[in-house]
């Protein structure tokens, strides 16, 4: 099946109803942590579809009616969590408004418009029989934050899962890999003196060895969808006054992993690489892949749509499958002021998602 063979009306009583729940999660504020109102709107949209769901803390998820344990599944997932609005906007955020084709409001472009074309796209598919993959759809928490307590917390309730489609602005192309995310927090000593006397171990002169080191060091393995290793010094502090030499220097480096590394791999070879103390904050946010030639993506490219690598990190970090981003949606609008999605975006997607999986159903 392709797009055009979808029934308009079909289609349009799905956007009809994406474009609903999106307002009204838009009204409803969902920061991290925070996101217990939203779990309630989605649980009750599916309620009123006649659709049984599980909940966990602010996580839903929902099978398919004749979800069948022996046969593989796909898992169609995006969050519902938001980070606050910023001191740039113009509008209400919490106000959904329809202007120019667009609809404003925070989440909208993330990652609420990817996530209610998922849930319509699930909806459509509800009720077949005889599909060749179960389909579990999952709204969840703390994306945002990469807390513990989203999609990770919930994935071995769901069963095997095969594959996963998460929900991100990606403008309905498959983003097939994910650089994976390494926050390392280091330390280079040193001894403190008087600045007018000679010292020859100076702990910010150390930390900028290694920042050196740092910001000229190549990794071996460079992907061909992701590119390199990045690695970013983000924050730099130390001393307390003009005329004493500091005997620490702190300083923060961004790393962003390419799926040839497990930031474990990474991790391990910095240290042997730098003289400060090294402390990763969290080795779990991996990157993630999807094989080329898995029938989905094969799918979504005879359709038309490209693939990329994308270079910010999303609940497929957190994912132990094969996994691409998918969804409506510019992600430079993420976090924006005024944060908007084209209504046009949202009904193609659902369109778009219902025609690649109608391929592999």
């Known amino acids: 099946m392709n797009t055009q063979e979808l029934s308009n009306n079909t289609i349009t009583q799905l956007y009809e109803k994406a474009l609903s729940l999106l307002k009204k999660l838009i009204i409803t504020p969902s920061f991290s942590k925070s996101e217990d109102k939203t779990a309630t709107i ?27 344990a022996s046969k593989p599944t796909i898992l169609l997932n995006s969050h519902h969590d938001t980070v606050k609005p910023n001191t740039g906007y113009t509008l209400d955020p919490f106000e959904p408004i329809e202007k120019d084709g667009k609809l404003y409001g925070l989440g909208s472009n993330d990652a609420g418009g990817p996530l209610v ?5 699930f909806l459509y598919f509800y009720e077949k029989e005889n599909l060749n993959y179960n389909i579990i759809m999952t709204a969840t928490a703390e994306e945002e934050i990469s807390g513990v307590n989203g999609v990770e917390s919930i994935y071995k309730e769901l069963g095997k899962i095969d594959f996963a489609i998460v929900g991100e602005p990606t403008e309905m192309n498959l983003a097939i890999a994910e650089k994976g995310l390494l ?52 924050i730099i502090n130390s001393g307390s006054q003009h005329n004493v030499v500091p005997n620490s220097c702190s300083f923060t480096v961004d790393v962003r992993t390419n799926e040839l590394y497990s930031n474990e791999e990474v991790y391990n070879l910095i240290q042997e690489n730098v003289n400060s103390k090294v402390t990763a904050r969290s080795l779990r946010l991996n990157s993630s892949s999807i094989p080329m030639d898995h029938p989905y993506v094969k799918a979504g490219l005879a359709i038309g749509r490209t693939y990329y690598g994308s270079p910010t990190s999303s609940d497929q970090a957190v994912l132990p499958c094969p996994s691409l981003k998918m969804g409506p949606g510019l992600s430079t609008r993420s976090h924006s002021s005024d944060e908007f999605i084209y209504l046009d975006e949202i009904k193609e997607a659902i369109q778009i998602h219902i025609s690649i999986l109608t391929q592999i159903l």
């Open 117 to 121: 074309s998922l849930i319509c796209a």
């Open 183 to 234: 926050v390392l927090d280091c330390e280079a000593s040193g001894t403190s003196s008087h600045a007018a006397h000679p010292n020859d171990d100076n702990a910010i002169l150390n930390a900028v060895k290694d920042i050196h080191w740092f910001t000229q060091y190549q990794f071996d393995k460079v992907s061909p969808i992701l590119g390199e290793v990045k690695m970013t010094p983000t």
């Open 42 to 68: 989605i649980e009750d949209f599916f309620k009123s579809h006649e659709i049984p769901t599980n909940r966990s803390m602010n996580n839903i998820w929902a099978y398919n009616k004749y979800y069948d």
